[in-house]
């Protein structure tokens, strides 16, 4: 109902209730045409004089009936109309379908260009760094890091040079990152750096690729060095991790050196200062109590020191059992010099029960099979039942090499020049030359070799031997031409060693090696 001014009180009440019965449609609102309202002022003026006032209310009532018919058919159609257009929406929203996904193959990426992008920023990376490498930086502290990392690989690799740059290196960038001599961090830097001096002359070799003390006794200056410095920061009588770390590299160098009694005085007194610090059953403590165990090994084999090293090996052993438990793999290594030491006793079935728990120790719950400490005990047993020399003991020999070659070279991934098979290759070898395969022998030596050269690169001073035994073994088997090459080139390398080496006088032993291996080329 359309509300008017002369009837505005129906009109509301008439309203309110088509509003309650048109719930369930739309609503719609309708304005009021406006020419309608002036054609009937209009007319009120023209019938004014004529029309009475019960005329003039006819008159509006059918002109009121006339607009309400004609907006009520307009609300219908309206009405109408709006159900039609909803009904359509919703036909069209069922008739329409998901959109499909286009998918688009990702072309592979070029392999040359990807590998040009990584080389422009690893370029870019490396210029960037070389401008905040700068004195008291980080970023600096981190470089010296790097390198002294990169020394310990040539120093493992016996290449002397780049150890000495590398470790030059660092000697000149400390006082760069420290800033102050003789603080803290000066302080503990240079003495880990001349710790690291001492270790690299400690691998130095003689001419027959065999470990030799430095001439010039640098393992020992540079320990000495680098206690020295320590102590001008910590007090000697103070028990320090890194004054201990210190007494022991003066002990390692005592003890390649030869010295013996002095390597054990700075061994005890760094075993001691660890032991007040961290207690004595600590696993620090077993790395110090090793020490001890290698000096003790080079004094006179008695009852008294194999009764001392297996009370050293055992204490070990049962202070990572309690730290780690029973049959844990962090025991390997103290059970593995704990076999060692027994290995003295007349009995030989202890030292068996030690391997047998050696091949039972498990790690997350699976057994381990496949560990160096393993595999060395067994070359060792192996390298026993070599001495008995009986034709059931050779069978289990090359039973036993076969296994842990195998086993290993699982270990390695298949890679036959590792440098892990090393030990039980050369105890391969010699196992054939005992038992006169010459053959197998030299192929075995020519395993070594290969090995050797996978391990520095190219020929150094460690082939020598190798080469004259395969020189001796080319000889056996009837190919002395082939053995002359080989001994040739063990004298090349010998001759080149000597050129960056001062000459060392030979023993009567290594005379005698010598004038044997050249007789053997030609007799």
């Known amino acids: ?172 960038a400390i006082p760069a990152i420290t800033g102050v001599e003789g603080n803290e961090a000066n302080t503990f830097l240079l003495a880990k750096l001349y710790q690291q001096y001492s270790h690299l002359y400690l691998t130095l070799t003689n001419q027959h690729g065999a470990e030799k003390y430095d001439l010039e006794d640098r393992p020992l200056k540079f320990g000495e060095k680098s206690l020295d410095v320590t102590k001008a920061l910590i007090p000697e009588k103070e028990s320090n991790y890194v004054l201990a770390k210190a007494l022991a590299c003066v002990g390692k160098a005592y003890l390649v050196k030869g010295e013996r009694e002095k390597a054990e005085e700075f061994f005890l007194q760094a075993q001691t200062k660890i032991q007040v610090a961290f207690g004595a059953e600590t696993p620090i403590a077993v790395k110090y109590n090793q020490n001890l165990v290698e000096a003790y090994n080079l004094r006179e084999e008695t009852e008294e020191r194999a009764k001392l090293l297996i009370d050293i090996t055992q204490s070990n052993l049962d202070i990572c059992e309690k730290i780690f438990g029973k049959g844990s793999i962090y025991n390997i290594r103290p059970m593995y010099t704990l076999y060692t030491a027994k290995l003295h006793e007349r009995d030989s079935s202890a030292s068996q029960k030690v391997l047998k728990d050696l091949a039972s120790l498990e790690h997350d719950g ?126 090349e390398i010998l001759d080149e060693f000597k050129k960056t080496h001062k000459d060392e006088p030979k023993t009567k032993e290594e005379e005698q090696e010598d004038l044997e291996e050249q007789s053997a080329l030609y007799f």
């Open 1 to 172: 109902m359309i509300k008017t001014e002369e009837d505005e009180a129906p009109a509301a009440a008439s309203a309110q209730q088509d509003d309650e019965n048109a719930s369930d449609e739309p609503k719609i609102e309708v304005k009021q045409p406006e020419e309608p309202a002036k054609a009937n002022e209009e007319k009120k003026e023209v019938t004014k004089d004529v029309k009475t006032e019960d005329v003039k209310k006819e008159d509006v009532k059918k002109e009121e009936v006339k607009k309400e018919e004609a907006v009520e058919v307009k609300t219908e159609d309206a009405v109408e109309g709006a159900k039609e257009e909803k009904k359509e929406t919703v036909e069209e929203k069922k008739e329409e379908k998901p959109a499909e996904v286009e998918v688009v193959e990702k072309e592979a990426p070029d392999a040359e260009k990807l590998k040009e992008e990584i080389k422009e920023k690893v370029e870019k990376f490396e210029v960037d760094y070389s401008k905040i490498a700068l004195t008291n930086s980080l970023a600096l502290h981190s470089i010296v890091k790097t390198v002294s990392a990169l020394a310990k690989i040539y120093i493992v690799r016996h290449e002397i040079e780049k150890s000495q740059a590398a470790l030059g290196f660092i000697e000149k």
């Open 366 to 491: 699976e057994p381990v099979r496949q560990n160096q400490f393993q595999y060395k005990a067994i070359l060792i047993d192996t390298m026993i039942l070599m001495r008995q020399a009986t034709q059931q003991s050779v069978m289990r020999v090359e039973l036993q090499l076969s296994s842990v070659f195998e086993r290993q070279l699982e270990y390695c991934e298949s890679n036959k020049n590792h440098p892990f098979l090393e030990e039980v290759v050369s105890i391969f070898a010699s196992y054939f030359e005992s038992a006169g395969s010459y053959q197998n022998a030299f192929l075995m030596w020519s395993k070594f070799l290969r090995i050797q050269q996978n391990l520095f690169g190219k020929d150094r001073e460690q082939m020598i031997s190798t080469y004259k035994k395969m020189a001796t073994l080319s000889t056996a088997i009837g190919e002395p031409t082939t053995g002359a090459k080989y001994f040739q080139k063990a004298a």
